[in-house]
């Protein structure tokens, strides 16, 4: 449908999902809160939209909402669950509501690198992850990557004291909230999108982030430095909900579940390398990095992990010996 026709029965009155799409077409609207380019999950979206939109052309059409210009992440679920949104990719952090046993992905220094992450998510316990949210209402289709989290604040932060006293931005998890109070900080969980105002208004004096997120919401302007850390991860669930799966014919929804797992695949492959790139980018737009030695790392980690001990009932130890045996 060209973007004429498409205004045309718009105006008619037609019913119509999608400005972009057929009439007679499944409409999979797509939302997530990150930039498009130079980030894991915006260039895998645009791939899974992209690929969907040629190879499906008839049956499906995709559209993706990026930059939280349909939903944020802590409304995307519920609109989901109302049939407002088919597909959407909320980082691990922020199903909390739905589900405790994700807080295995928030646990500070769980995870060596995203490899690790990776092959904890394709064991059989995090396979069995996906399921978990079925009697909620949610599907979990596969796992995208983003990378390691890193810290920043409004002043320089070397030791994990540098911490104390700052106010920091949290996505909605309280292992989240607990990390940031192990190093003494004030933890506000906030909505992605409002964290370059709050950061540049002093709402809050820092927050964790990937390079990609750091580097597309532009934080680094508004921070001191950003300190390579590495503590955390962010990674993603592909989500739909049980209705609207069950709703798909089973050669549409094979033909959907097959360009999906390929996309995945594909570009969970290269998610270290975007990652890389975004921190490159930051270091020429002038951005300040700072980079710790073994020891002041060891510091970080002593300091972060005792919050283990709170959330080890809720992941299961057993799910924590298996990411421990991936590390090692
Ligand atoms: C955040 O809220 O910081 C991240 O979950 C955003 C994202 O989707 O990477």
Known sequence: TTAATALALTVTGATFAAAGCDDGEIVVKFSH????????????????????????????????????TLYNDNK?????????????????????????QFRIFDLP????????????????????LLDSMQRRGLQGLGYWHNGMKQMSANVPLVAPTDANGLKFRVQSSDVLVAQMEAIGGSPQKMAFSEVYGALQQGV????????????GKKFFEVQDGVTETNHGIIDYLVVTSV????????????????????????????STAVN?????????????????????????????????????????????????????
Not at 109 to 128: E, H, L, P, T, W
Not at 280 to 296: D, F, K, P, Y
Request: charged share 25%.
């Open 76 to 100: 995307v679920l519920e609109a989901m669950l109302q049939g407002d949104v088919q597909l959407a990719a909320p980082s691990l952090s922020k199903f909390e509501k739905f589900t405790k």
């Open 243 to 270: 209705d609207w799966l069950d709703s798909l014919d089973p050669a549409v929804r094979d033909q959907f579940l097959t360009i999906l797992g390929e996309v995945t695949d594909v570009r969970n492959k290269e």
């Open 109 to 128: 220094f769980m995870f060596k690198d995203v490899n690790a992450v990776d092959a904890f998510q394709a064991s059989d316990a995090g396979q069995d």
């Open 204 to 215: 809050v004096d820092g927050q964790e982030n990937t390079w990609s997120n750091i580097y």
């Open 276 to 328: 890389e790139a975004a921190k490159a980018s930051i270091v020429e737009a002038g951005g300040t990095i700072r980079t710790l030695t073994a020891e002041q790392r060891q510091d970080w980690v002593e300091t972060m992990m005792p919050v283990w001990d709170k959330f080890s009932k809720d992941v299961g130890q057993e799910n924590i010996d298996a990411a421990q045996a991936i590390n090692a």
């Open 33 to 68: 809160v990150t930039n498009t380019d130079k980030h894991p999950k915006g260039i895998a979206a645009s791939l899974l939209e992209q690929r969907i939109n040629d190879e499906m052309n008839g049956t499906m059409c995709m559209e993706v909402f990026p930059n939280s």
